[in-house]
């Protein structure tokens, strides 16, 4: 909204599942997507155009509350929850051999949070600040496990046509703004401080 109103551009929010928004961009029934939209060379090479990053989130691995796992080594052979074609589960696989993880995929973030607190997996990954605010804001009751942060990547708004290049100048111009008159430290405390 900030970015919007910084540029005077208006926009209509659709809340889709990530499979269903990578279908919307490429119909053109969607003009771009934002939400935890990882800037990845896999995904450039897919044909993916990314804004410049406006945040950098690590995935990490969260249980159930009540659970012992307290360490990486804690899910050793253990099954674990992913949801398909996130930076999450790109980081499960990452570590699948050397933890000797059973990974099993899912569409969405309730249903595999609903695996983990139903008692079917050990464990999910997840974007941590997604993470953060489901147990945070949703009352999810899971928790994140202490040191198991990867690195993480940038996010970004992602359009999956050339013909869209002035919307990304517009949100890459409100980006760098917003940033500048101290809205989006704003922005970051509110929602993930």
């Known amino acids: 909204a900030a970015i919007a109103e910084d540029q005077g551009f208006e ?21 771009a997507m934002i939400a935890g939209a990882s800037i990845t060379d896999q995904r450039k090479n897919e044909g993916w155009i990314f804004s410049d990053s406006y945040y950098t989130a ?19 052979g253990a099954n674990i929850a992913v949801k398909t074609g996130t930076q999450g ?11 000797n993880l059973n990974l099993t995929y899912f569409e969405d973030s309730p249903t595999m949070y609903q695996a983990v607190t139903g008692g079917q997996c050990a464990a999910c990954f997840e ?3 997604i993470m953060a605010a489901s147990i945070k804001d949703g009352g999810l009751d899971m928790r994140i496990v202490d040191g198991s942060e990867n690195d993480g990547s940038g996010y970004g708004m992602a359009v999956f046509s050339s013909d869209k290049q002035e919307l990304l100048d517009k949100f ?3 980006l760098k703004n917003i940033k500048a008159n101290g809205k989006y430290d704003e922005i970051i405390a509110k929602y993930l401080g």
């Open 89 to 99: 589960a790109t980081y499960a696989e990452s570590l699948k051999d050397e933890y």
């Open 172 to 174: 890459n111009a409100g």
């Open 11 to 31: 926009y209509e929010l659709k809340s889709l599942g990530w499979d269903a928004s990578i279908a919307a961009c490429k119909s053109g029934q969607a003009d």
């Open 58 to 76: 690590t995935q990490c691995v969260a249980v159930a509350t009540n659970s012992t796992v307290n360490s990486l080594d804690g899910i050793k």
């Open 127 to 129: 974007d941590t600040p």
